[in-house]
Nanobody, 115 residues
């Protein structure tokens, strides 16, 4: 079994940046994709971005041009660079990893954008 841990969340002012990380409790094999989701208070979880093993990426429209997803290694699996944050980006951010024929989830990291 693999435990995923997100980190890098915190408090930031509008226009600021944060870099989220997704790390595994052990090295992961057969990586297929990493997907970031977020869930704002009172809202459903929503898709943010994904990256495939080959490096192709996809973004939700509301983060295009502001967020960048990238791969790491077999343990520090990847990152979500978030720039030009707004209050609407306030949410708990989760990473999901498809690897070893399993869908692993982290516990989430809180991002709060306040003025």
């Amino acid at each position: 079994q693999v435990q995923l841990t997100e980190s890098g969340g915190g408090l930031v002012q509008p226009g600021g940046s944060l870099r989220l990380s997704c790390a595994a409790s052990r090295s992961v094999s057969n990586f297929n994709a990493m997907i970031w989701y977020r869930q704002a208070p009172g809202a459903e979880r929503e898709y943010v971005a994904r990256i495939h093993s080959g490096g192709s990426t996809n973004y939700a429209d509301f983060v295009k041009g502001r967020f960048t997803i990238s791969r790491g290694d077999t343990k520090n699996l990847g990152y979500l660079q978030m720039n030009n944050l707004t209050s609407e980006d306030t949410a708990v951010y989760y990473c999901s990893v498809l690897a070893e024929y399993t869908n692993y989830w982290g516990q989430g990291t809180q991002v709060t954008v306040f003025s």
